[in-house]
Each structure stands twice: as C-alpha cells, then as structure tokens.
C-alpha cells in the first residue's frame, strides 16, 4: 500500500468552501445613533438574542426613553417650568434695575459731597484773607495802595473773585438783617424805609455762604412835623 492510499479521495465540490457572509445584525446605526426599525425589505429587524449584545440592548432602550431624538436636541420644557423661568428672570431683571438705581444715586450723592467738601475749603481760605481785603480797602481810601503794591492786591481781588468770593454792602441798599449788621440807627423823612446809610465794614459771600456780614448805619423813616410846630400843646392856655 502505498502513501496515497492512506489520503481520503477529495472532490472537487469538496475542495471549493462556502464564502463567509457577514450581516450586520446591530439594532443601533452606529454612524447615526438611532434604532434601526426595519430591513430592507420591509420587515422588521430581527436579532436572536444569542447575537444581540446587552450593549444594543441598553442602547435600544435609551433610544426608546428618550423619544427617538437625537443626542444634543433641544427638548420642549413644561408649561410651569418656563413660567417659573420667566418668573426668575423678571426678578433677576428687577434686582439688576435696582442696583443700577442704587450705584446712579450713590455717584449723584458722591459727586455732589465732594463739590460741597471743595466749596467749603475754598471758603475757608477766603475767610482767612478777609482782613487783608479790609487792610487793602483801608491803604486805598487813604491813597498809599500804588505801585507794585496795588498790582499785588489787584491780582489777589481777582484771584478770589474768580473763585466765588463777592462783597456786599453799599449806601442806599435795603437793610436786610440777614445779610446787614446795624450798629448806629437815625430816622429821616428822606428815606421810605429802613435804608443803609454808611458802611462802616464790607460784608462778603462766597457763593450762597455769608462768610461775613456787612456793618453798616441804618436809617429809619420817619414822618415830618407840621410846619409852625414848637412842640408844645395846641390846647395849653397861656
């Protein structure tokens, strides 16, 4: 017996093999993400659970809990959250407008605090130099304020007028307690009512602060006599 004897007779139909066919029996697409519903032909997918994986099945199932849509969908909310939602921005809304209110009038009230707190120190500077106007007022009644002395004082009467600082106080104003000092009073028919006559001291403000007042010499009315009228009287017997 030879060694092709021990070998089994092998056909032709024999040697040719069935070809392998791969379906794809995968109840998710894995290029879409979505249940597949049906084959080709119509008829609904079938996967045997032996080929099925437990992977397709919880994928299938959370297709299904999640209403068929696509993943990053935008999903309709209920009616009572949206309004609890518009309700949360109208306050949101509302906090920001009242902060916004709060910060407009804290910068309004700093603002103006710091234009009082600079009024105020510029006033307490031209306080200070009251007396030198009065000593520069004096030199110029007298006639001593010339050469380069009158073009310092002329350039300090500017400086301070420029700054807010304005006199007050002049023969035939009306007297006005706020504003007048009286210190002499007389009576005159002259006069229609209480008047200043004389300025003894100039008065100043600067702005509406009366950083000092005037001290002047008032006048009151006072109504004429008779004519042919001694005083004495009329109805005294001699």
Known sequence: MTANADKPDVTGEEQEQEPVVVR???????????RRSATS?????????SISGTLDDELARAA?????????????????EQSG??????ELTADIKRVTAEYANFRKRVERD????????????????????????RAEAHG???GAFKSVADK???????????????????????VHEAVQH???????????????????????????PAMVAVTDHAPEEPEGSDGADPTAQS
Do not use: C, M, W
Request: no cysteine; aromatic share 4%.
């Open 24 to 34: 794809d029996r995968r109840r998710i697409d894995p290029e879409t993400g979505r």
């Open 114 to 137: 710091r234009e009082s707190v600079i009024e105020s120190a510029k006033a307490s500077v031209a306080g200070e130099l009251l007396t030198v106007l009065d000593d520069v007022e």
């Open 64 to 80: 299904e809990q999640g209403g068929g849509q696509p993943e990053g969908a935008p999903t309709e909310q209920p009616a009572g």
């Open 144 to 146: 001593d304020l010339t």
């Open 85 to 90: 939602l518009h309700q949360q921005v109208e």
């Open 186 to 212: 007389d009576t005159s028919a002259e006069v229609s009512g209480p008047t200043v006559t004389t300025v003894l001291r100039r008065g100043y403000q600067f702005g509406d602060r009366v950083l000092r």
């Open 41 to 49: 032909n119509g008829d609904e997918a079938h996967v045997p659970e």
């Open 156 to 178: 300090l009467i500017a400086t301070l007028d420029s700054a807010g600082l304005k006199p007050f106080g002049a023969e035939g104003e009306e007297f006005d307690p706020a």
